[in-house]
Every structure is written in C-alpha cells, then in structure tokens.
C-alpha cells in the first residue's frame, strides 16, 4: 500500500511540473507575479466577475499588459505605453522582436536605445574570457581523481586517493601505499613530508576504510564542483545575452529612427 501511494505521488508530481515551468516562463516573461495571482483568484473564486468596475477595469488592464509582455518580450510599463510602442513599431516598419532583443538596452516609454549604458567591449571581453578560463579550470579539476587534506599540526595540504599521497608544494615524487615498508627518512626526503607525515600517510593509507573514505570525498568534491560549473557557465551565458542585446541596440540605433509617435510634431521642429 506504501509503495502504490509514494507512486501515485510521484506521478502527480511529474505531472506537475510542466504546470510548474510555465508559470515560471510566463513570470519571467511578463517580469510579474499577475497571471499566477489572477489563476489563484479564480480557482479560488470561479469564473465570477469583480463586481467594483474601476477594479476590473483596472484587472483587466493588468491582464492585457501582462499579454502584451508575453507575446512579445518587450517590458512596457503600462498598456498606454504599449499601444505607443505598437504604434511607434508599426509606424517605423520595427518588428517587437528586435526591440524585445535589445532588453534594458531600449527604453520603451522614450522610444530610444540607451546608448550611454552600452558596456564596453573591453569589458565584455574581460568577462567572457575570465569566465571561459574558470569554467574550464573547473572541468580540470573535476576529472583530478585526487582529494586535497590538510594536516592539523603543520596545515600543509596534501592531495591523495586509495594507493598513493603528494604535497602540493613543493610537487616531488608521490608517497605510495607500497613505499611505507621503506626507511622513513628516504621517503621524507623524497617527498618533502617530514617523518610524522610521512607516519600519518602510511597509517591513512593502510587504513581499512580509506579507499571507501576517499571515494566519498571525491564525489562530494566533484558535486561541489559541478555545482560551481554550472553557475560559471550560466554567468557566461548571461555576457553573452549582453552582447547579443547590445548588437541589436545597436543595430536598431544605426537606423536613427526619431522617438516622436506617429501624427505627433517633433519638439525640435519649427
């Protein structure tokens, strides 16, 4: 019976979740909690209409804002402004898409590229490259199949596995499981551990549970960072959106397209 039940769980929960990844597409479309907070409503209340008609004027007003944000990705501040824009566009042959593209690049109520916000290229180089460079370090790390420890008396770190240990520094020749029937004072001076080291990485390494002990640490390790991958690798997607968005700023810029809205005289004409 505890089984069909933690099934039956189970199963509504993947049912759920392509729910659960909408509404979170359509917040971060719409950059709003109104939609899921309007579905409340009405599964909480039914098809009931608000009977105050500035509120369900103002309701709706809020739903259709929220619509126009879905369905094109531009963040207009309210309907006024979006019928602007959608004017604006349609007037200057510019599909929402591209100003949607630009993202904080585009000021939506003044109908122009924020030029002074463009963030260098120098810039964006140097953070690609340094999120490249740690992204790729991470991997490196990863594939190592050594775990460092630390040493309480001298906090020298050491990098070890099942059948063999090696300082960090100074990076000598690596102290095996097989090496510690050997002289102490040879294998010290051939590693760089001194003699209650070396005493120590014998006694881990012929310890009956030290291959289980470092296989528990090399995936908590490698858990740690593939977590750490992942974030470098979402923060250098995020420069490259910027990039992407700047470009088509840009390109929308070069056109030198006037803000004033269609049948409206520009303050600058005489």
Same mark, same amino acid.
């Given at each position: 019976?505890?089984?069909?039940? *933690?099934?039956?769980?189970?199963? =509504?929960? =993947?049912?759920?979740?392509p729910?659960?990844?909408? +509404?979170?597409?359509? *917040?971060?479309?719409?950059?709003?909690?109104?939609?899921?907070?309007?579905?409340?409503?009405?599964?909480?209340?039914g098809s009931?209409?608000?009977?105050?008609?500035?509120?369900?004027?103002?309701?709706?007003?809020?739903?259709?804002?929220?619509s126009?944000?879905?369905?094109?990705?531009?963040q207009?501040?309210?309907?006024?402004?979006?019928?602007?824009?959608?004017?604006w566009?349609?007037?200057?042959r510019?599909? #929402?898409?591209?100003?949607?593209?630009?993202?904080?690049?585009?000021?939506?109520?003044?109908?122009? !590229?924020?030029?002074?916000?463009?963030?260098?290229?120098?810039?964006? +180089?140097?953070? *690609?490259?340094?999120?490249?460079?740690?992204?790729?370090?991470? !991997?490196?790390?990863?594939? *190592?199949?050594?775990?460092?420890f630390?040493?309480?008396?001298?906090?020298?770190?050491?990098?070890?596995?099942?059948? #063999?240990?090696?300082?960090?520094?100074?990076?000598?020749?690596?102290?095996?499981?097989?090496?510690?029937?050997?002289?102490w004072?040879?294998?010290?001076?051939?590693?760089?551990?001194?003699?209650?080291?070396v005493?120590i990485?014998?006694?881990?390494?012929?310890?009956?549970?030290?291959?289980?002990?470092?296989?528990?640490?090399?995936?908590?390790?490698?858990? =740690?960072?593939?977590?750490?991958?992942? =974030?470098?690798?979402?923060?250098?997607?995020?420069?490259?959106?910027?990039?992407?968005?700047?470009?088509?700023?840009?390109?929308?810029?070069?056109?030198?397209?006037?803000?004033?809205?269609?049948?409206?005289?520009?303050?600058?004409? +005489?």
């Amino acid at each position: 019976m505890e089984l069909a039940s *933690i099934t039956q769980f189970a199963g =509504v929960l =993947v049912a759920l979740v392509p729910l659960v990844l909408g +509404f979170v597409v359509v *917040i971060w479309r719409t950059v709003s909690l109104h939609t899921l907070l309007r579905r409340l409503w009405l599964l909480v209340h039914g098809s009931d209409e608000i009977s105050d008609p500035k509120i369900r004027s103002y309701v709706d007003e809020q739903t259709n804002l929220m619509s126009f944000r879905m369905f094109s990705g531009v963040q207009a501040a309210s309907l006024e402004e979006a019928h602007q824009l959608i004017d604006w566009a349609q007037h200057h042959r510019v599909d #929402l898409r591209q100003i949607a593209a630009c993202g904080r690049y585009f000021d939506t109520g003044l109908r122009q !590229v924020r030029k002074h916000t463009f963030p260098s290229s120098s810039y964006l +180089f140097a953070k *690609i490259s340094f999120f490249t460079l740690l992204l790729m370090g991470l !991997v490196v790390l990863m594939a *190592i199949p050594q775990v460092p420890f630390t040493f309480k008396d001298s906090g020298r770190t050491f990098l070890a596995n099942e059948s #063999l240990a090696k300082p960090l520094s100074p990076l000598l020749q690596p102290l095996k499981k097989s090496d510690c029937d050997q002289s102490w004072d040879a294998l010290a001076e051939r590693t760089s551990f001194t003699l209650d080291e070396v005493k120590i990485v014998c006694d881990l390494l012929s310890a009956k549970n030290w291959s289980q002990h470092v296989e528990s640490e090399l995936k908590k390790q490698r858990w =740690v960072l593939f977590v750490y991958a992942l =974030v470098s690798l979402a923060l250098l997607c995020h420069v490259f959106f910027v990039v992407y968005a700047v470009g088509r700023a840009k390109d929308l810029s070069a056109r030198g397209l006037s803000p004033v809205l269609p049948g409206q005289q520009s303050p600058f004409d +005489f």
